[in-house]
């Protein structure tokens, strides 16, 4: 599944942006999908889940309040919503689908300057 994210760049902390991820259609209402992000030298760290029916969202402690993830299947596109951005959220973030195997987007740079 090809996964293109979009909506990344460079904001201050406490600002807001919003990712976008699009996806062949269907694809959110078949797959569980997620965030994840990639910080420079660090694991590659789930932070947003969401189930096949949109029903059912799951997050990271560190982001739990103020990242919102969301899909919307008429338009093929999955979200994720950060407000209160931190310098600590500065990372590469990945767009994931449950496939077998999984599959992931290219990646969009988030920096957050002090």
């Known amino acids: 599944v090809h996964l293109e994210e979009s909506g990344g760049g460079l904001v201050q902390a406490g600002g807001s942006l919003k990712l976008s991820c699009a996806a062949p259609?269907?694809?959110?209402?078949?797959?569980?999908a997620g965030w994840y992000r990639q910080a420079p030298g660090k694991q590659r760290e789930l932070v947003a889940s969401?189930?096949?029916?949109?029903?059912?969202?799951g997050y990271a402690d560190t982001v739990k309040g103020r990242f919102t993830i969301s899909a919307d299947n008429a338009k093929n596109t999955l979200y994720l919503q950060m407000s209160s951005l931190k310098p600590e959220d500065t990372a590469i973030y990945y767009c994931?689908?449950?496939?077998?195997?999984?599959?992931w987007g290219q990646g969009t740079q988030v920096t957050v300057s002090s």
């Open positions: 994931y689908v449950h496939t077998r195997p999984g599959s």
């Open positions: 259609a269907s694809t959110f209402s078949i797959y569980l």
């Open positions: 969401i189930s096949k029916d949109g029903t059912t969202t």
